[in-house]
């Protein structure tokens, strides 16, 4: 792939999101009770589809299937679907469902990267456009974000079709789609049902972290830089308040009772890890955060710098090696140090701490950790003015040189 794909995927990504100030955690925590908006019964039944001869890749099926209705009528998504060469496993292929982020569209590189892992893909656009670009496998060079008849609506900014109707807002049709995009799977005779995952990249991560409470029947989810509480300034109070209960993540993530990844940078300037790692604390299941010292935020980095997202799927669907799991940090009284304990082999670990209250683009001061059997413990006290810590690691055996971190945390939470 050219440097010059690469670059087009990340600047056209998404744009810049204001993230949670002190006010607004306090308003996160007055919200009541999610509103489940989507009619799940309906979305989990089998989509029709309709075969296509637009935006053809090779060595893919492509085709519309129908998603959500939108002003009484269905919808239809565009997409790319594959399976691995060779033969079928006893019980079908594993499946993975790939969400793209703000200006990216069906990704045929995406389904080939995960049909090389052994498993099938499928790839979808949505925001009502057909596949163009000219990158990440799309060829052709047809033009971006050219749309189609019986598209759903488009994507306004940041929220910024909220004071409409809930099913005619972009965000209720991208949940709506992803979960009819599982629900195709399904169908498919050459799939095992069971063994079905979902990821996400930057607006697809956000996307994932909602489906994960919505669709239980996921076996994993894979948020890439995007998660729960983000907000943006022109909403009204009440369309806030509103927001918090029907569309942000934090809502739906209590719900989430599968094994999920939540992958980051540590560099990350749109999703910072305060907002991010409070997601993965939030989910019903279990959560494993892989926050790398350095990712770009784009597409492809998204899928091709981070093999940890392979091992992990492999660990919970194939009978890979689980990675290892870390518990929540705490400091102990009786030594004043940060103490963990964890289950797994590790190479190393470090304390990385930070006395900034705003994030965005921050980087970690760190202390070194010392490994016991089944617990981690920092070498000496967090210093005066510590806003937030958390643990980082790096994997042994067969997860060598992995990237495992703990929830960030407050010193006194």
């Not at 948020?223 to 569309?247: A, N």
């Not at 993540?249 to 790692?277: I, T």
């Not at 935020?297 to 091709?304: A, M, P, R």
């Given at each position: 792939m050219s440097k010059h794909h690469r670059a087009v995927g990340i600047t056209r990504l998404i744009p810049v999101i204001v993230f949670l100030s002190i006010a607004t955690m306090k308003l996160v925590a007055e919200k009541g009770e999610r509103i489940l908006v989507w009619d799940t019964k309906a979305l989990f039944g089998e989509p029709a589809i309709h075969e296509t001869s637009e935006r053809p890749a090779r060595g893919m099926r492509s085709f519309f299937y129908e998603g959500a209705d939108y002003k009484g009528k269905p919808t239809r998504v565009f997409a790319y679907y594959a399976t691995p060469t060779g033969e079928k496993p006893e019980g079908g292929w594993p499946a993975v469902v790939c969400a793209h982020g703000g200006g990216g569209t069906a990704f045929p590189a995406w389904v080939a990267h995960w049909n090389k892992k052994g498993y099938a893909a499928i790839a979808m656009d949505l925001e009502g456009h057909l596949p163009g670009g000219n990158y990440f496998g799309v060829g052709g060079s047809f033009p971006l974000n050219v749309g189609h008849e019986n598209a759903g609506p488009k994507r306004i900014g940041w929220f910024g079709d909220i004071?409409?109707?809930?099913?005619?807002?972009?965000?209720?049709?991208?949940?709506?789609?992803?979960?009819?995009?599982?629900?195709?799977?399904?169908?498919?005779?050459?799939?095992?049902?069971?063994?079905?995952?979902?990821?996400?990249?930057?607006?697809?991560?956000?996307?994932?972290?909602?489906?994960?409470?919505?669709?239980?029947?996921?076996?994993?989810?894979?948020?890439?830089?995007?998660?729960?509480?983000?907000?943006?300034?022109?909403?009204?109070?009440?369309?806030?308040?509103?927001?918090?209960?029907?569309?942000?993540?934090?809502?739906?993530?209590?719900?989430?009772?599968?094994?999920?990844?939540?992958?980051?940078?540590?560099?990350?300037?749109?999703?910072?890890?305060?907002?991010?790692?409070?997601?993965?604390?939030?989910?019903?299941?279990?959560?494993?955060?892989?926050?790398?010292?350095?990712?770009?935020?784009?597409?492809?980095?998204?899928?091709?710098?981070?093999?940890?997202?392979?091992?992990?799927?492999?660990?919970?669907?194939?009978?890979?090696?689980?990675?290892?799991?870390?518990?929540?940090?705490?400091?102990?009284?009786?030594?004043?140090?940060?103490?963990?304990?964890?289950?797994?082999?590790?190479?190393?670990?470090?304390?990385g701490f930070t006395k900034v209250k705003e994030w965005k683009n921050q980087a970690l001061q760190s202390i070194p950790c010392r490994i016991g059997k089944d617990e981690i413990i920092a070498q000496k006290p967090l210093p005066e003015g510590t806003t937030a810590f958390m643990i980082n690691a790096r994997a042994a055996g067969v997860w060598g040189d992995g990237c495992i971190n703990s929830i960030l945390v407050a010193p006194n939470p």
């Open positions: 004071a409409l109707p809930d099913k005619e807002q972009w965000f209720y049709h991208a949940v709506a789609d992803v979960v009819r995009a599982h629900s195709l799977l399904r169908s498919f005779p050459d799939i095992n049902v069971d063994k079905i995952g979902l990821t996400g990249i930057s607006w697809g991560g956000t996307i994932v972290s909602a489906v994960a409470g919505v669709d239980s029947r996921l076996a994993f989810v894979i948020p890439v830089y995007g998660g729960g509480y983000i907000h943006k300034h022109d909403m009204t109070p009440d369309q806030y308040r509103e927001y918090l209960v029907k569309w942000d993540p934090s809502a739906h993530l209590p719900f989430a009772k599968m094994p999920m990844l939540w992958v980051n940078g540590v560099n990350e300037p749109v999703f910072p890890l305060d907002g991010f790692s409070r997601s993965a604390g939030d989910a019903g299941g279990t959560s494993i955060l892989c926050i790398r010292p350095f990712l770009p935020h784009g597409h492809g980095f998204g899928w091709e710098e981070v093999w940890e997202i392979g091992g992990f799927a492999n660990g919970v669907v194939k009978g890979g090696v689980p990675m290892p799991r870390f518990e929540r940090p705490r400091i102990d009284p009786t030594d004043g140090l940060v103490h963990m304990k964890y289950s797994g082999q590790l190479k190393n670990a470090s304390l």
